[in-house]
């Protein structure tokens, strides 16, 4: 699969002795690597360090012999770098050319270095994003008219390949990436001790996308506090398995300011959680599914293609809501989705009085194509 980030990523590797990249786990992020590194015909090592034994022996292993070990390749990618103790060591060592390998960081959290050294990736362009295949690259490969047919399995499913290619295993498939994320892939300094607990948010969660949520809710029905919710939401956006989105307000009367929504970056992901698996005719969510799946798309393509927007929610007391406001540097437009092709979704009169320069639009079965994959 030809994936958006594949020809940038590929022209990175030629000059650029660090290049992130980032995205949730069994998405294919090591093949991909490898892939573009075989298309350059360059010599290279991969290290993983999901493997225990591998990350016992690195821990071992002096300044000298790091060292040594490096410089045996033009390129060494180091898989799920999140759990490499010694990570900003040997980036030191890259960069003060002690170590003249090229590093690829693949990460499904993320990894132990220091702050200006993420800005600086971030600033230069080689932090890349890499989650599931998204709608427009399942049109590469499928074409948009039989994608289009499929929306209801992407609904239902999400967009991992695997799950795709064994539909009778997904909730077995899918709860098993959503455990290997909160047991092994987040960071050195990021491990979850309750890990029922965090389950049981992210269970919660899920039962509440669409929804306004406040931490102190969740923390009720799962006995603990607030603050440790709202970090183990805050981690699990970080593992790239979630989305959490702010309330919007500029202090207007009858706004919501303190909730949250919460989406998932796969629908699939999210009903595992829920274990259900039904068709849309048998559900009362089809909308929020609906919801989740273009609000994940529209946030993974805008990622891949570099762009880093600010996304919101706006609520009233009154129960007037816009779903979703992506903030761009000249332009802010509001949307309400509903998947009946037949219906659309009015501009809430109060948000218009309040915002009357934000562009609305709403999105039904038969007008998602631009939103998908306007830049």
Same mark, same amino acid.
């Given at each position: 699969?030809?994936?958006?980030?594949?020809?940038?990523?590929?022209?990175?590797?030629?000059?650029?002795?660090?290049?992130?990249?980032?995205?949730?786990?069994?998405?294919?992020?090591?093949?991909?690597? /490898?892939?573009?590194?075989?298309?350059?015909?360059?010599?290279?090592?991969?290290?993983?360090?999901?493997?225990?034994?591998?990350?016992?022996?690195?821990?071992?292993?002096?300044?000298?012999?790091?060292?040594?070990?490096?410089?045996?390749?033009?390129?060494?990618?180091?898989?799920?770098?999140?759990?490499?103790?010694?990570?900003?060591?040997?980036?030191?060592?890259?960069?003060?050319?002690?170590?003249?390998?090229?590093?690829?960081?693949?990460?499904?959290?993320?990894?132990?270095?220091? /702050?200006?050294?993420?800005?600086?990736?971030?600033?230069?362009?080689?932090?890349?994003?890499?989650?599931?295949?998204?709608?427009?690259?399942?049109?590469?490969?499928?074409?948009?008219? %039989? /994608?289009?047919?499929?929306?209801?399995? %992407?609904?239902?499913?999400?967009?991992?390949?695997?799950?795709?290619?064994?539909?009778?295993?997904?909730?077995?498939?899918?709860?098993?990436?959503?455990?290997?994320?909160?047991?092994?892939?987040?960071?050195?300094?990021?491990?979850?001790?309750?890990?029922?607990?965090?389950? %049981?948010?992210?269970?919660?969660?899920?039962?509440?996308?669409?929804?306004?949520?406040?931490?102190?809710?969740?923390?009720?029905?799962?006995?603990?506090?607030?603050?440790?919710?709202? %970090?183990?939401? /805050?981690?699990?956006?970080?593992?790239?398995?979630?989305?959490?989105?702010?309330?919007?307000?500029?202090?207007?009367?009858?706004?919501?300011?303190?909730?949250?929504?919460?989406?998932?970056?796969?629908?699939?992901?999210?009903?595992?959680?829920?274990?259900?698996?039904?068709?849309?005719?048998?559900?009362?969510?089809?909308?929020?599914?609906?919801?989740?799946?273009?609000?994940?798309?529209?946030?993974?393509?805008?990622?891949?293609?570099?762009?880093?927007?600010?996304?919101?929610?706006?609520?009233?007391?009154?129960?007037?809501?816009?779903?979703?406001?992506?903030?761009?540097?000249?332009?802010?437009?509001?949307?309400?989705?509903?998947?009946?092709?037949?219906?659309?979704?009015?501009?809430?009169?109060?948000?218009?009085?309040?915002?009357?320069?934000?562009?609305?639009?709403?999105?039904?079965?038969?007008?998602?194509?631009?939103?998908?994959?306007?830049?």
């Amino acid at each position: 699969m030809q994936r958006i980030i594949e020809s940038s990523f590929t022209e990175q590797l030629k000059t650029n002795k660090i290049i992130l990249l980032s995205g949730p786990p069994s998405v294919g992020k090591m093949p991909f690597t /490898e892939k573009c590194l075989q298309q350059l015909g360059v010599k290279y090592e991969v290290v993983d360090f999901k493997n225990k034994k591998i990350r016992k022996k690195f821990s071992q292993l002096t300044e000298e012999e790091m060292r040594w070990y490096f410089n045996q390749f033009q390129f060494v990618v180091i898989g799920n770098a999140q759990l490499f103790e010694s990570l900003q060591q040997v980036l030191n060592e890259v960069l003060s050319e002690n170590i003249k390998a090229s590093v690829i960081l693949s990460c499904a959290f993320e990894p132990p270095i220091i /702050e200006e050294l993420k800005e600086a990736l971030k600033w230069e362009g080689l932090d890349y994003y890499l989650p599931a295949p998204t709608y427009y690259e399942l049109t590469q490969i499928y074409g948009m008219a %039989r /994608e289009d047919q499929r929306i209801e399995h %992407r609904l239902i499913f999400g967009n991992y390949p695997q799950i795709a290619d064994f539909p009778e295993n997904a909730a077995e498939l899918l709860l098993k990436i959503v455990d290997e994320t909160i047991a092994t892939q987040l960071g050195v300094e990021d491990r979850v001790n309750k890990k029922a607990a965090l389950m %049981r948010t992210l269970q919660i969660a899920a039962h509440l996308v669409g929804e306004a949520i406040s931490y102190n809710q969740i923390a009720e029905k799962i006995g603990v506090d607030n603050e440790t919710v709202q %970090r183990y939401l /805050e981690l699990l956006q970080k593992a790239h398995i979630l989305f959490l989105l702010p309330s919007y307000h500029t202090e207007q009367k009858y706004e919501l300011k303190k909730l949250h929504f919460v989406y998932f970056a796969d629908n699939g992901i999210r009903n595992a959680l829920i274990n259900n698996f039904n068709p849309l005719s048998m559900r009362m969510d089809e909308d929020a599914l609906w919801k989740n799946w273009l609000i994940a798309e529209r946030i993974k393509w805008n990622k891949m293609n570099g762009k880093n927007f600010a996304y919101y929610f706006w609520r009233s007391h009154t129960r007037q809501q816009i779903d979703f406001i992506e903030l761009q540097e000249n332009q802010t437009t509001a949307y309400r989705f509903i998947l009946d092709k037949k219906k659309k979704m009015k501009n809430p009169p109060l948000f218009g009085a309040y915002y009357q320069k934000v562009l609305f639009k709403s999105i039904n079965r038969t007008g998602y194509l631009t939103f998908l994959t306007q830049k």
